[in-house]
């Protein structure tokens, strides 16, 4: 039967009307690659695309910060909106963004969900009436109730199986921003064990802007970056393809942190305009982190999944705690920026991982850790270009430089360049790299982007990196080598894919004694229709093959459906995937309730199917709800160890209600 209704939902035809619930999703399924699709940076940047949407932009009173958030804006395009706004005045409708020759109609019609048009001049005082009267809540409350029972809620996890959180936000305007968000994953205790407060996890913020001289203030929790990341990143990612969009710019931005990851920082920051050209940021963070512990009591591994459902796990939880303190003071003018970085980190126990083990001699070791980096950047409109250096306490370096020029407004090239020492340590640098680290990596990337006609764009890049020391399960020197070429069409209502991936990276054979190239391929087609209304789909065939050993297969094809009807709106999605192992796995993106991200990856055989419904109940309320069936072939039972589950289907049920006035 369930083969029937996937056949069925297969043969829908293409030229269904469609409105996607936010269209914006494309742009994510477009730029991400396998690794991007298991990085938390990616979650990060959804959950701000998400935040932004809900409180869209004045682009009239927009800052360069703010602009530098939309991860598929290039340094070249945020120039010309400013110089545009500074040369001409307020905008007075979206349809002035055709005038930036930079913004191709993809990132046109993609930057209009993020940002509105308003010319009146808003007050520089805002009483407390103001903001009481004109503020705007939204309570945000989700539940993930599964369906199978794993072996862990039987015995070994600590909590109810039940996934649950809330997200409470004040905002008004871009000035004002307070909120609490509340976590707890399935399997944790609630009101239980340590979490006598409840929640496992609690991010409480108020984040300030334009006030007088200060530019941001953050109180609570924070994120922060700098530069291209080598010395502090924890608010964005650097993807291979969506490099590409934003062509290696650097940023920097202090936001507070509102989602439901752990990678923050907790205390006061704030960024101060001292002159036209000059500001300053510094923060100072105390927090506490999950980690291993030796036997001597020293910390052998810091964690970052967050899970404590587990005695095991429990015990991990918040017995290292780390003083950060920083900032930077930056330069800019006429399309110079120049920068100067400064990070210093005290924990309160000794790090000291297992350095016996090879790959692991370099890791970062000791209580305390100073980085420095001096970051650069040129920005006119045929050329840009973008750098950041950086010192370790010892004095290794860590160097990255991009350059990118438009040859014509229909072709733009990129060059990036990096260089990160095998003993370069710093326990927040979050830079583009092609090993996961920033460290122990040099290497060159070449991309170009094509675009013949507006509703056509080609990408392709080429990825050499070295690694002078040993990695996991690399117990030499290695390189490794990646291509890509996308072809994208977007139409009026039509928009069609294509994407080759070959990688190469080299591994141990099975005596460690020579390495072994392992290749890659992957591919995607896809198509998809849209329109203002009804019914709608779209269609993707994802394929991949390892070859290596005997080689491997996998491969996916999956169909989504939607239908809108005011103040109702549906989803649907069904994939056949079959893949020979977990190497060959495949990965698919579904849409999720507001603030959830949803990518999931298969192997094996078997079916995926969801529905998902969204019915607004008067004014202020919005009821989401979402089911998501897996089923397997060729198994009987689904996980391991306390995920374990005795059966080949898999069904959870998300419900969340969203209260904005």
């Known amino acids: 039967m369930k083969v029937i209704i996937l056949a069925v939902l297969m043969m829908i035809p293409l030229g269904l009307q469609a409105q996607d619930g936010r269209p914006w ?18 979650e990060r940047t959804y959950e701000l695309l998400c935040e932004l949407e809900q409180h869209p932009l004045n682009l009239n009173d927009v800052s360069r910060e703010q602009l530098e958030e939309l991860p598929f804006l290039s340094a070249q395009q945020i120039e010309e909106l400013m110089e545009y706004r500074d040369r001409y005045g307020a905008m007075k409708s ?3 963004l055709r005038m930036i020759r930079s913004l191709g109609d993809a990132q046109r019609r993609l930057l209009t969900y993020f940002i509105y048009i308003d010319d009146t001049e808003s007050p520089r005082k805002k009483s407390l009436d103001d903001l009481l009267r004109h503020g705007h809540h939204e309570l945000t409350a989700t539940m993930r109730v599964p369906f199978n029972k794993r072996k862990g809620d039987e015995k070994g996890y600590l909590g109810d199986p039940y996934r649950h959180w809330f997200r409470y936000q004040f905002t008004y305007g871009d000035n004002v921003k ?19 407060w409840g929640y496992d996890y609690y991010s409480p ?5 334009n006030i007088g001289a200060i530019e941001t203030l953050v109180l609570g929790n924070y994120r922060v970056s700098m530069g291209l990341g080598l010395v502090m990143n924890n608010s964005f990612g650097l993807g291979k393809i969506a490099m590409l969009q934003n062509m290696g710019r650097s940023t920097n931005t202090l936001r507070a942190h509102s989602s439901r990851t752990d990678d ?3 205390g006061v920051g704030g960024t101060i305009r001292l002159t036209k050209w000059l500001r300053s940021t510094a923060f100072v963070s105390y927090s506490a982190m999950d980690a291993t512990l030796n036997r001597d009591s020293t910390a052998k591994t810091i964690l970052t999944s967050g899970y404590h459902r587990t005695e095991t796990e429990m015990g991990k939880k918040h017995n290292l705690h780390a003083l950060k303190t920083g900032g930077s003071l930056r330069y800019e003018a006429h399309g110079l920026h120049l920068g100067m970085n400064a990070l210093y980190v005290h924990l309160d126990r000794s790090l000291h991982p297992g350095t016996g083990t090879l790959y692991k001699r370099n890791y970062p070791l000791g209580q305390d850790f100073l980085n420095t980096s001096l970051d650069y950047g040129y920005v006119c409109h045929k050329l840009a270009l973008n750098g950041e250096t950086a010192l370790d306490k010892s004095g290794h370096i860590a160097t990255i430089n991009t350059l990118n020029f438009r040859l014509s407004d229909e072709v733009s090239m990129m060059v990036l360049q990096r260089f990160y020492s095998y003993k370069y340590t710093s326990l927040d640098a979050q830079s583009y790299s092609d090993g996961g680290r920033t460290q122990n990596e040099s290497g060159i990337y070449l991309g170009m982007t094509w675009q013949p006609s507006p509703k056509i764009r080609f990408s392709t890049y080429a990825d050499y990196a070295y690694f002078a020391w040993a990695r996991y399960q690399v117990s030499q020197s290695s390189h490794s080598w990646d291509q890509l070429l996308q072809m994208a069409y977007t139409g009026q209502h039509w928009n069609f894919g294509a994407r080759y991936r070959v990688r190469m990276k080299q591994q141990d054979d099975e005596k460690k004694k020579a390495l072994e190239n392992h290749w890659e391929h992957r591919g995607r087609l896809s198509a998809e229709y849209t329109n203002d209304g009804g019914l709608g789909c779209r269609t993707q065939i994802d394929g991949g093959y390892c070859a290596y050993g005997d080689g491997e297969w ?3 094809i999956s169909e989504s459906v939607s239908y ?13 995937f079959r893949t020979d192992s977990y190497d060959s796995r495949v990965w698919l993106y579904e849409q999720g309730p507001l603030y959830t991200y949803s990518m999931n990856q298969f192997s094996g055989k078997g079916i995926r199917y969801w529905l998902m419904a969204r019915a607004n109940l008067g004014k202020n309320l919005l009821l989401t709800a979402k089911i998501g069936i897996t089923d397997y072939f060729d198994r009987n039972q689904i996980g391991s160890s306390y995920q374990l589950i005795d059966g080949s289907s898999q069904t959870d049920l998300d419900i969340q209600l969203r209260w904005r006035i």
């Open 564 to 576: 809108t009807r005011e103040w109702l709106r549906l989803n649907a999605g069904t994939g056949y």
């Open 264 to 266: 923050y920082l907790q």
């Open 94 to 96: 979206a349809g002035e």
């Open 25 to 42: 999703e494309r742009y994510l399924n477009e730029v991400m690659t396998a690794e991007d699709a298991e990085s938390e940076a990616w």
């Open 178 to 196: 307070l909120g609490l968000v509340g976590s707890k994953d399935a399997g944790e205790p609630f009101f239980a064990h340590r979490n006598k």
């Open 554 to 556: 996998g491969a996916m």
């Open 205 to 209: 913020y108020l984040q300030l802007k």
